[in-house]
């Protein structure tokens, strides 16, 4: 059984930006959960606390070797509440993950227990105008005080949140990617299929040179031969080819979004063909050319569906439907997110209401 999880709540609650002024990941709401962990006690002492910067010794274990996970999801307002999609499904990434990075794993249900309540204490925060959610954050730290490189004994579970802008303002709308061929994102048996933080670090500077470039995004090809697709930005990568829909296979390098499985589900009930498989970049440039390639789009909780308009391989400028969002990409877009709200019937029952009080 795990302990109850105790609320402290703030004396004074902070001004809430206006729906129509939000933007991603900059305002965080009046609270925040937390939960310890040592070898004696395992997972203890959850509490929903006032937000609040987080006491680290300079040489906890975090600040010099990554020994971090985080995981990220969405609630959205609905007609009678408040709605999670699939947060079982973020609970089981992050014990995967955690186990990865060598830390204790915890309860998936306490996990979504805890997201509810934290959720349920910040109800106001959850903005109501279309479009807007507020996008959760749980992630873990390492701070065991010791510079040696081992497996901390002790770490900080902490579940911060924030309310954010619709993604796509004026509509779903095409972005310019351009496929890196320098740096690379993961490799199979490495940390790829984790959300860790270092996974990151170590693609800022392809992003960088790409936004140097004009680009959004870049498009990670694989970390051996360089030459199989895998992500799109921090997002999974589908493409239309020949009316079949194409997605690279995880393999331990790609990291298994949630979105990424429930497309899939819902293109193949809509009865379309979907090849989960290796995709190389001279397969696609090769379908381009022979004007078989329709679409390509991003996947991935913050944006839900992103649409691809150009593709530059090594010079070779690939312009995608004409810069348009495709047809499947729209549907899938209105659909997921009609979903995600609760507008649209969900058949797959993968939103969860959040008791509001
Ligand atoms: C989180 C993430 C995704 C998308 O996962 P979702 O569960 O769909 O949000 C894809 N790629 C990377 C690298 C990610 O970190």
């Given at each position: ?77 609905s ?24 830390i ?85 048996g ?15 500077k ?15 090809l694989?970390?051996?031969e360089?030459?199989?697709?895998e ?22 390098s ?86 995600q ?17």
């Open positions: 059984m795990m302990e109850e999880i105790k609320v402290e709540k703030v004396d004074k609650r902070k001004a809430r930006p206006a729906d129509g002024e939000l933007s991603f990941g900059r305002t965080f709401t009046d609270h925040m959960f937390t939960m310890e962990y040592d070898e004696n006690k395992g997972w203890h002492d959850p509490k929903v606390v006032p937000y609040q910067p987080l006491e680290l010794d300079p040489a906890a274990a975090c600040c010099h070797y990554g020994q971090t996970t985080f995981e990220g999801l969405k609630a959205y307002r007609n009678n509440g408040a709605l999670l999609f699939r947060p079982e499904k973020n609970a089981e990434r992050f014990n995967n993950t955690n186990r990865r990075m060598c204790p794993e915890m309860d998936p249900e306490f996990f979504v227990q805890a997201i509810k309540e934290a959720v349920r204490v910040d109800q106001d925060w959850i903005p109501a105008k279309e479009g807007t959610s507020l996008y959760i954050r749980p992630f873990i730290l390492a701070n065991e005080v010791y510079l040696g490189l081992k497996p901390s004994s002790h770490y900080k579970f902490v579940i911060i949140m924030s309310p954010v802008a619709a993604y796509y303002p004026q509509g779903i709308k095409p972005t310019r990617i351009y496929v890196e061929t320098e740096y690379v994102r993961a490799v199979r490495g940390t790829g299929s984790a959300k860790t933080g270092g996974n990151y670090a170590g693609s800022l392809a992003q960088s040179s790409a936004a140097d470039k004009g680009y959004d995004e870049v498009l990670w694989d970390g051996v360089r030459e199989y697709v992500e799109v930005g921090a997002m999974n990568v589908f493409f239309k080819i020949d009316g079949k829909i194409v997605t690279p296979e995880l393999g331990g790609v990291l298994p979004g949630i979105t990424r499985d429930s497309v899939i589900t819902m293109l193949e009930d809509w009865d379309y063909d979907v090849e989960v498989r290796k995709i190389s970049i001279e397969d696609i440039a090769q379908a381009y050319k022979d004007g078989r390639l329709e679409e390509a789009f991003g996947t991935g909780t913050a944006a839900i569906i992103s649409p691809i308009g150009e593709l530059n391989y090594n010079g070779l400028k690939m312009e995608i439907n004409d810069f348009e969002t495709g047809e499947v990409a729209s549907k899938l877009y209105k659909t997921l997110t009609g979903i709200t609760g507008k649209v019937d969900d058949p797959y029952n993968w939103t969860e209401e959040i008791p509001l009080d």
